[in-house]
């Protein structure tokens, strides 16, 4: 890891599988990772007032509270980023999961080195961005948004999206008219290149799509996905 994020270490996982999070534990000591582990919503609650983390990982099937509702909780009171694993995948939990601010996700089963690669990604993404030079606004015809405020507004109306909602609007936005590929929405917007079952930026793309009224055709608007080619922000077909 960077020397930037030397110190960006601290994680809590908080998984009721305690045969899981012990080989985590294991597996993320050679690289300096403190591993703190909750394995119900209370014991998360106690130790994230105990001691601030840098990152949470989290999963949605616990014993005392729904992980989605602990995610809720999480975010009303912490900014740090939350990679969510999920049970098979299913999506409906993966896009409620993303929309209440998770970083990314996980379908179990997954491999311990995947994840790490995860981590990394999202602390590198999460700690660096500040560090970077300003950046101006951007505007594509009705639609502006801020990357420093994270303002996003389309036809006057102002529009809450997550983190890596909006670094993928950028992206389309600064391409606007042109072909994104999906590989490269990922390693500009996620810190990764998404592999053939990896569903985080199609995730991503109906989510913004829904909250910028894009499929209403909203402001003469639109993301398509060009099959095999990738994803265009632009005019929509007929729009003056």
Not at 62 to 83: E, F, M, Q, T, Y
Not at 214 to 221: D, N, T
Request: hydrophobic share 45%; aromatic share 6%; with cysteine.
């Amino acid at each position: 890891m960077a020397d930037l994020l030397a110190d960006k270490r601290s994680i809590l996982l908080i998984d009721d599988d305690a045969e899981l999070a012990q080989m985590l534990c294991e597996y993320l000591a050679p690289d300096d990772y403190r591993v703190r582990v909750a394995h119900t919503g209370a014991q998360a609650d106690a130790l994230m007032a105990q001691a601030p983390f840098d990152i949470a990982l989290l999963d949605l099937m616990l014993p005392d509270v729904n992980g989605l509702h602990l995610l809720k909780r999480l975010r009303a009171r912490w900014s740090r980023p939350v990679i969510m694993f999920t049970a098979h995948g299913g999506e409906p939990d993966r896009v409620q999961g993303l929309e209440l601010g998770a970083d990314d996700y996980l379908a179990k089963p997954f491999s311990a080195r995947e994840l790490k690669a995860r981590i990394h990604a999202v602390l590198r993404r999460f700690y660096a961005a500040p560090h970077e030079p300003a950046q101006e606004m951007v505007i594509a015809g009705p639609l502006s948004y801020d990357p420093v405020s994270g303002r996003t507004v389309i036809a006057g109306r102002s529009v809450v999206l997550t983190g890596a909602e909006q670094r993928i609007l950028a992206v389309l936005m600064r391409a606007y008219g042109q072909v994104v590929s999906r590989e490269a929405i990922g390693l500009q917007a996620l810190g990764r290149q998404p592999g053939p079952f990896d569903r985080s930026v199609e995730t991503h793309i109906s989510s913004l799509r829904r909250k910028l009224g894009l499929e209403q055709g909203e402001a003469g608007l639109q993301v398509r996905n060009l099959r095999g080619q990738g994803y265009v922000l632009g005019a929509q077909a007929g729009a003056a």
